[in-house]
């Protein structure tokens, strides 16, 4: 099969149930926060002609095999092109995207198609990509639409050149404006510097692209790793990194900046965990390393290297939901304020090691933080029964 052209994309190919939240049905009209409502994987792995819809809170649910992980990478792989970074950053193992049973054409080339939309000010915005793993890594065409209009689009007209030519609307003297860009980035992302914005063509390329990038770049992809949050970590080391590795530095930091979330936090500890939870602490060491620990407020107080698996993955995913960009170690656009964007935790194994009163209490924190509108969650699960007919969640069923 040779490197598909960008096109439409036809319905999805895997179920979706979604309940509503009533308590945002009344903001849906008016929210301008730059968002990913739908993410596409028309020939991507294992998935074909599929279009999966993403709410506040979205659950990919089903066996080993399903394709639940690759979703979630196909959409960090979308956020950090988004961010910049090059088609090999993004892809660190093309060949591995393109589809089982792709066929080369004659040429030796075989690919991928991935995209999404993004909902904000300007309205539904539509990416596509498709991009070229053999012989050589390369975007092979993109396409960004608004309105039904054809803002960006690429193209791979000369295989011996590293660039693609593109096109994008400009609506002024000339409908649209021609120049290289290069095959190896995302040229929404570039168009920020390249339209000067001076007819109302060029300034709706830019809106569009801007939310595009926006809604993509606000993201952190988040695994817990208990066997590392165990011990004591150096003070200052920064923003909490995806594996929570530094769980306890952030604490430090968190229980100081913000007692009313670090309350939050608490209580929906108190909420997860077997007895009583008064408090959570984190404690410098004389090596000038800290470590967390839990107040029951009877006793001493409890080592978080005491905890098991699943109350350091509740612990450490709690956290992350009820934090923020300046908390998390993510790529978020700086010039855009906050009320203005949604951060997007990727959570890959939702509920692995959770107890069911601890994936019960963590989905009902997801769907709180969701309904402001500052957090979006998209987690995995193998089994989505004891989530189903939950408020504000989108489920969507793979099989294997």
């Known amino acids: 099969m040779a490197v598909p052209s960008v096109s439409a994309v036809p319905a999805a190919d895997a179920s979706t149930v979604t309940v509503p939240a009533q308590s945002r049905e009344s903001r849906v009209s008016t929210d301008v926060r730059a968002r990913v409502t739908e993410l596409r994987l028309s020939a991507f792995a294992g998935h074909r002609r599929a279009g999966f819809p993403l709410g506040p809170v979205t659950l990919f649910a ?45 040429g030796g080339r075989r690919g991928f198609r991935i995209g999404c939309t993004a909902d904000g000010a300007e309205g539904p915005v539509r990416l596509d990509i498709a991009v070229q793993a053999e012989p050589d890594l390369r975007i092979a065409g993109e396409r960004l ?61 830019l809106a569009a692209a801007e939310q595009m990038v926006v809604a993509l770049r606000s993201v952190f992809p988040c695994d817990p790793r208990p066997e590392c949050m165990r011990t004591p970590v150096p003070l200052g080391s920064g923003r909490l990194l995806p594996g929570c590795d530094n769980l306890a530095d952030v604490l430090w930091r968190t229980r100081a900046e913000c007692a009313r979330r670090h309350g939050r936090l608490v209580e929906a500890l108190g909420a997860g965990c077997a007895g009583p939870v008064t408090d959570l602490v984190a404690e410098p060491l004389p090596d000038g390393t800290v470590r967390a620990l839990l107040d029951s407020g009877a006793g001493p107080r409890t080592d978080l290297a005491r905890l098991g698996d699943g109350g350091l993955r509740y612990l450490a995913l709690t956290l992350v939901l009820l934090t923020g960009p300046g908390v998390l170690d993510v790529d978020a656009p700086g010039e855009v304020p906050d009320a203005l964007r949604t951060l997007t ?48 969640v989108t489920v969507v069923h793979l099989d294997a």
């Open 62 to 106: 089903g066996p080993s095999g399903a394709g639940k992980t690759t979703a979630l990478a196909a959409y960090e792989a979308l956020a950090r092109l988004a961010g910049g970074a090059s088609l090999r950053d993004a892809f660190p193992d093309p060949v591995a995207c393109v589809p089982q049973r792709a066929r080369p054409d004659a």
């Open 145 to 205: 639409t608004s309105g039904g209009v054809v803002l960006l689009e690429t193209a791979l007209r000369d295989p011996g050149r590293r660039t693609v030519q593109a096109a994008w609307h400009t609506a002024g003297s000339a409908p649209v404006t021609r120049a290289p860009l290069p095959d190896d980035r995302l040229g929404t992302a570039l168009l920020p510097l390249r339209v000067a914005g001076k007819t109302v063509g060029q300034r709706h390329v």
């Open 345 to 392: 935790v990727l959570a890959d194994g939702f509920d692995r090691c959770l107890d069911p009163a601890q994936r019960r209490e963590l989905l009902r924190t997801a769907v709180r933080m969701g309904e402001r509108g500052h957090i979006r969650c998209v987690g995995a699960v193998s089994d989505v029964s004891w989530a189903a007919g939950t408020e504000g």
